[in-house]
Nanobody
Framework: QVQLVESGGGLVQAGGSLRLSCAAS????????MGWFRQAPGKEREFVAT????????AYADSVKGRFTISRDNAKNTVYLQMSSLKPEDTAVYYC???????????????????WGQGTQVTVSS
């Protein structure tokens, strides 16, 4: 079992920045990759970014590339999402996810991840 707790959400003006954190506990050493997804009201959950826990390799959705940065601190079992140049369309509940199985996986597909946090609200005002 892996437990994930997100924090750092809030209200920010367009153009501002926020840093989200995802603290993992439990079988954290078994997690192969971590991801961030988001879901806006009335929309499907969408991929934001992912990071390989050991190699540190990353991938991003086109909509956030160049503005968001995912990183991890394995010593603290924490993954971060630094968000800059925020836009109103970034408003959503942001979820952290963990994948246990190594090897190839469809990084942007939410059903490839095994555990999820409860989410943290990010609201960007215009």
């Amino acid at each position: 079992q892996v437990q994930l707790v997100e924090s750092g959400g809030g209200l920010v003006q367009a153009g501002g920045s926020l840093r989200l954190s995802c603290a993992a506990s439990g079988r954290t050493s078994s997690s192969y990759a971590m991801g961030w997804f988001r879901q806006a009201p009335g929309k499907e959950r969408e991929f934001v970014a992912t990071i390989n826990r050991s190699s540190g390799s990353t991938a991003y959705a086109d909509s956030v590339k160049g503005r968001f940065t995912i990183s991890r601190d394995n010593a603290k079992n924490t993954v971060y999402l630094q968000m800059s140049s925020l836009k109103p369309e970034d408003t959503a509940v942001y979820y952290c996810a963990a994948r246990l199985s190594p090897g190839y996986y469809r990084r942007s597909q939410f059903d490839e991840y095994d555990y999820w946090g409860q989410g943290t609200q990010v609201t960007v005002s215009s």
